[in-house]
Each structure stands twice: as C-alpha cells, then as structure tokens.
C-alpha cells in the first residue's frame, strides 16, 4: 500500500502565498511522477502541476508564473508552492504519484481557501 500525507492547506487572502507537502511512503518503487491536482465545489478534478523523477515539470495555464513544483527524492516529498493566489484557486488540493509500474495513488486531499 501507499501512504501520502498532505500538510499546508488553509486559509489565505488574495494576494497571499501556501506551501502544500506531500510525504509518499510503503509500497513506492519505482516513483515516477508526483504532483497535484485539485478540484473545486461543482467542478471537475483538474490537473495543477507535475513533476517527474528527471525533473520535468508540468503546469495548468491558471497557475503558472504563480505556482511553483518540487521534489525532494530522498524524502519522496512533493511540495506545491503557491503565491499571489487567487479567489478561483480555491479548491481542494490532491497529491497524486505514479510509478513507473503504473501504481497510482492519491492523498486524502487538503482544502485551500483564498478569501479576504
């Protein structure tokens, strides 16, 4: 089995700045890809940004120049770095992995709320 345990949600105003975490750990080798994903009330999961093991990084148009992905490898860590966020970020985040024997997994989710 996989566990990811998320941190660094919460509240925020407009303008403002969130790290999010993501630990992976138990049945994990052979990690690949980490990233995140979230998903807003009456909308669909949307993909937020990836980063694989070579480092190669993906980003929804929403978010780049904004949010930043990294990777510590020697910690499975994933880590979301989110700056001037907006109202519509707001949403549940949700880390993801998969591994290069296509095991994929998801985190029970953080919420991020950007309100004045």
Same mark, same amino acid.
């Given at each position: 089995?996989?566990?990811?345990?998320e941190s660094g949600?919460?509240?925020?105003?407009?303008?403002?700045?969130?790290?999010?975490?993501?630990?992976?750990?138990?049945?994990?080798?052979?990690?690949?890809?980490?990233?995140? =994903?979230? #998903?807003?009330?009456?909308?669909?999961? @949307?993909?937020? &940004?990836?980063?694989?093991?070579?480092?190669? +990084?993906? /980003?929804?148009?929403?978010?780049?120049?904004?949010?930043?992905?990294?990777?510590?490898?020697?910690?499975n860590t994933v =880590?979301? #770095?989110?700056?001037?966020?907006?109202? @519509?970020?707001? &949403?549940?985040?949700?880390?993801?992995?998969? +591994?290069? /024997?296509?095991?994929?997994?998801?985190?029970?989710g953080t919420l991020?709320?950007?309100?004045?």
């Open positions: 089995q996989v566990q990811l345990v949600g919460g509240l925020v105003q407009p303008g403002g700045s969130l790290r999010l975490s993501c630990a992976a750990s138990g049945s994990i080798l052979g990690l690949n890809a980490m990233g995140w =994903y979230r #998903q807003a009330p009456g909308k669909q999961r @949307e993909l937020v &940004a990836r980063i694989t093991s070579g480092g190669s +990084t993906t /980003y929804a148009d929403s978010v780049k120049d904004r949010f930043t992905i990294s990777r510590d490898n020697a910690k =880590y979301l #770095q989110m700056n001037s966020l907006k109202p @519509e970020d707001t &949403a549940v985040y949700y880390c993801n992995i998969l +591994t290069f /024997y296509g095991v994929e997994s998801w985190g029970k991020v709320t950007v309100s004045p």
